[in-house]
């Protein structure tokens, strides 16, 4: 397979991380192909994580739009967002390769908690490393993480957040690489990573692609948050090839693009090599990596999955960033008309419909990904003042 997506993507690491790599390329490329671990997992994804997720009309929202507005439904998932999806399945492959323990990076705490609950589901030992402020914020997912068995280290260095509790993991991986599998939570970091989060997230844009057939839609914009990028390659990768639909990425400005204070990385970012890849990165001028700001703790991440940075330079997929205030307007409009509370980071694809429709002269189908469910964030939405969480 590929190490790159166009310019981007790779594998820059040391010659001792390569070895691990390797041996989790070679897994990959036997699983992806090997259907009793495709058949477990199949299985799994429809009891225990219950896919497939619907593809529900929003009739009030289309309403309020004038334009026909489906939501996939990840939120309706068990733990309550598609990251479960690839934690499961990278577990799985953990699992087949006899390894004991898996360990994951955090930032909303729903990578932690999602890896947290595929360990225990199968018998494996579990830690999460996570930035100090991550951990504070999201208390309640680390609570959820313990309860699952798994040990939380918080990661007390640099911006204290995502960014940092990778470098945490990555450490201690190479430390321990014989008996621990390291399950990457997006769509990032070195080759084969990137490519094996994509392959068990696509399952989300295949669903839709076959429930839209259904119902007989022909869709015109897919729009899907993008923090490493894994719920949105998840829900492109299927309608790459038809160009007619446009794919439509939303970073976090936090309180701004124009202010030093957001996390939009296709946006502002420029090339660069972060955790392993080349790809799009917030730095200074002497190419120090930026600290990200936004209200969501999911999407504050200096880089971006090589994918979407290829897909931006192809004009393939475009990328658009939408403010705090923004996002939590969206929260509360589809709380309010269609009696759900979606995640933080999901609103900010709902976000970017309030941009999008007014520029629209034909009436349009638009599906936006609803990537997770708003529980974690209640605290966070109900302290929200703008700009008060950046002290
Ligand atoms: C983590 C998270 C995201 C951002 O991660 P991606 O890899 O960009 O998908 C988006 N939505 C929710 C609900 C999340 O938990």
């Not at 070679?26 to 199949?42: G, I, Y």
């Not at 939501?71 to 690839?86: M, S, V, W």
């Not at 996390?263 to 990200?292: F, P, R, Y």
Request: aromatic letters at 8%; hydrophobic letters at 40%.
């Amino acid at each position: 397979m590929k190490q790159y997506y166009g310019n981007f993507g790779g594998q820059f690491v040391p010659d001792s991380v390569k070895i691990a790599l390797n041996e989790v390329e070679l897994a990959f490329l036997k699983f992806k192909q090997d259907k009793d671990f495709n058949q477990e997992l199949k299985q799994l994804l429809k009891t225990y994580v219950g896919r497939p997720t619907p593809l529900y009309y929003a009739s009030n929202l289309s309403k309020f739009y004038g334009h026909e507005i489906y939501l996939k439904r990840e939120d309706l998932t068990h733990t309550g967002a598609h990251k479960i999806n690839n934690a499961l399945a990278q577990a799985l492959m953990a699992k087949k390769m006899n390894k004991t323990k898996i360990i994951a990076e955090t930032g909303a705490g729903q990578h932690g908690v999602a890896t947290a609950t595929a360990a225990a589901l199968l018998g494996l030992e579990c830690e999460i490393f996570m930035g100090a402020i991550d951990v504070k914020r999201q208390a309640l997912n680390v609570y959820k993480m313990e309860l699952l068995g798994a040990k939380v280290h918080a990661i007390e260095s640099g911006s204290k957040t995502l960014s940092d509790a990778v470098d945490g993991a990555l450490d201690f991986w190479v430390k321990n690489m014989k008996n621990v599998f390291y399950v990457v939570g997006s769509a990032v970091g070195p080759y084969p990573y990137p490519q094996i989060v994509t392959h068990f997230q696509s399952i989300i844009g295949k669903e839709c692609k076959a429930q839209l057939k259904k119902i007989n839609k022909n869709v015109d914009y897919i729009i899907a948050a993008a923090g490493g990028g894994s719920n949105a390659a998840g829900i492109f990768y299927e309608f790459l090839k038809d160009e007619k639909i446009k794919l439509i990425g939303v970073e976090a400005a936090g309180l701004g693009q124009d202010t030093p204070y957001h996390a939009a990385t296709l946006t502002k970012g420029k090339t660069g090599i972060i955790h392993g890849m080349k790809t799009k990165v917030l730095q200074n001028e002497k190419g120090e990596i930026s600290h990200t700001f936004s209200i969501s703790a999911g999407l504050d991440y200096p880089g971006i999955g090589p994918l979407h940075a290829h897909l931006q330079e192809t004009k393939r997929a475009s990328y658009h960033a939408v403010s705090d205030d923004e996002c939590i307007n969206a929260l509360k409009l589809l709380c309010k008309h269609e009696g759900i509370i979606p995640a933080i980071e999901s609103s900010h694809a709902l976000a970017f419909l309030e941009k999008l429709c007014p520029t629209l002269t034909k009436k349009s189908v638009i599906v936006v990904n609803l990537s997770g469910r708003g529980d974690k964030d209640m605290q966070s939405i109900y302290e929200y003042k703008k700009g008060e969480i950046y002290g």
